[in-house]
């Protein structure tokens, strides 16, 4: 498949399904954790068995979280997320997938957005699910709660994101499956397409029919598999591979930091 090819067959689809990793955010900012400047290759990961188990692995992912917090927390869209928003608003788009923490497409003005991997805009309490703002967490953790508890129940308050050891999110998952499982168009942009369960996404939509586009600046495991795959930077390419014009691309009106 041609470039021009995939052009029309976007143009022409109201069935595409969204799939996004950290490509995508970096050109808003926002760094890789996987990368060689990355968080994780700077901090000791707290897995969540530690997290539940130990008060000092609490502390220490708190820390970690306040630290990265303010980048996050200030990073806007960039071209690409507004592309899969205006995708959405012309009623092409069946869901959003994403690997990302950040929000960044709920801030573009998408609202069909499956999080894979949770996210860093709320904090959850782990034993009845009241969900506090991040901005309010890290806040209490400021002040010198270093571990902050819930309010409501006196359980473990934690970032509302996947930790290492801990479940996918079911009804995430099932969401994305039934999504990739009645697309014409899998668009994988920003992803290392490694990451399992998630990275087989890609592969079911292939298998139900999908035609399968990818976006990314280097090479991933499932090129072979790919109708195209576009090795460029996604703020540019996708705009174009989808019709847009990157100049009249622009967020809602209500377009804020997450968060507050």
């Known amino acids: ?10 143009a022409n689809s109201s ?12 050109e808003s900012g926002i760094p890789d954790f996987r990368s ?3 968080i994780w290759a700077n901090n000791r990961i707290i897995e969540y068995g530690e997290f539940v188990a130990s008060r000092a692995g609490r502390i220490e992912y708190w820390r970690q979280k306040v630290a990265m917090w303010p980048e996050m927390r200030d990073a806007q869209p960039n071209a690409g997320h507004l592309a899969f928003a205006e995708l959405e608003r012309r009623g092409k788009l069946r869901a959003m997938i994403t690997q990302n923490i950040d929000g960044l497409h709920q801030r573009a003005g998408n609202t069909q957005v499956i999080e894979l991997h949770g996210t860093t805009v709320e904090a959850e309490c782990l034993t009845c699910g009241a969900r506090i703002s991040m901005d309010e967490a890290v806040k209490r953790v400021q002040a010198g709660d ?10 473990l308050l934690k970032p509302a994101t996947i930790s290492f050891g801990q479940s996918m999110p079911a009804l995430a998952m099932k969401a994305a499956v039934e999504a990739c499982q009645d697309c014409e168009v899998f668009l994988a942009v920003g992803s290392s397409l490694v990451v399992y369960p998630a990275a087989s996404l890609p592969e079911l939509a292939k298998q139900c029919g999908a035609a399968l586009i990818i ?12 109708d195209l795959v576009v090795n460029e930077e996604i703020g540019t390419s996708l705009p174009r591979l989808t019709g847009l014009s990157v100049e009249k691309l622009k967020a809602p009106a209500d377009f804020g930091q997450p968060g507050l």
């Open 15 to 26: 069935r595409i399904v969204g799939f996004t990793g950290a490509g995508i955010s970096t």
């Open 215 to 226: 976006i990314n600046r280097t090479a991933t495991p499932l090129d072979e598999i790919a």
């Open 36 to 38: 060689p400047n990355g």
């Open 146 to 155: 270093l571990a902050p508890e819930c309010d409501e129940c006196g359980g």
């Open 1 to 10: 498949m041609t470039f021009a090819q995939a052009t029309e067959l976007i």
